[in-house]
């Protein structure tokens, strides 16, 4: 399963970037995306990127504020998150492949990145 990192505490308004890979080159061959579980609820959908990285998705609370984006080599994906808010504080899950904005289609995750913001 693929590593996520880079979460932390950030101010609101502020900017973030989190990354998800491995150095295991099967991820070429799949779509990626981010879900995130905000304390006390639901995990829920919030970017995904095709395997080349030409289409992308974003739920609306990202859209405008959230860049989803893969590396050179295409076995890490990276989210760049601006405009920070205090309701985007959650834990940060990469999945892999992603397949679509369902939670039931999915039944492992990894341990997550914390990301914290201030008001």
């Known amino acids: 399963h693929p590593v996520e990192s880079g979460g932390g505490l950030v101010q609101a308004g502020g900017s973030l970037s989190i990354s998800c890979g491995s150095s295991e080159h099967i991820f070429v061959d799949y779509s990626m995306g981010w879900f995130r579980q905000p304390p006390g609820k639901e995990r829920e959908f919030v970017a995904a990127i095709d395997q080349i990285g030409n289409r992308k998705w974003y739920a609306d609370s990202a859209k405008g504020r959230f860049t989803i984006s893969r590396g050179n080599n295409k076995n890490t994906v990276h989210l760049q998150m601006n405009s920070l808010r205090p309701d985007d504080t959650a834990i940060y899950y990469c999945?892999?492949?992603?397949?679509?904005?369902?939670?039931?289609?999915?039944?492992?995750w990894g341990q997550g990145t914390q990301v914290t913001v201030s008001s």
């Open positions: 999945v892999l492949p992603y397949k679509s904005q369902a939670l039931s289609e999915y039944d492992r």
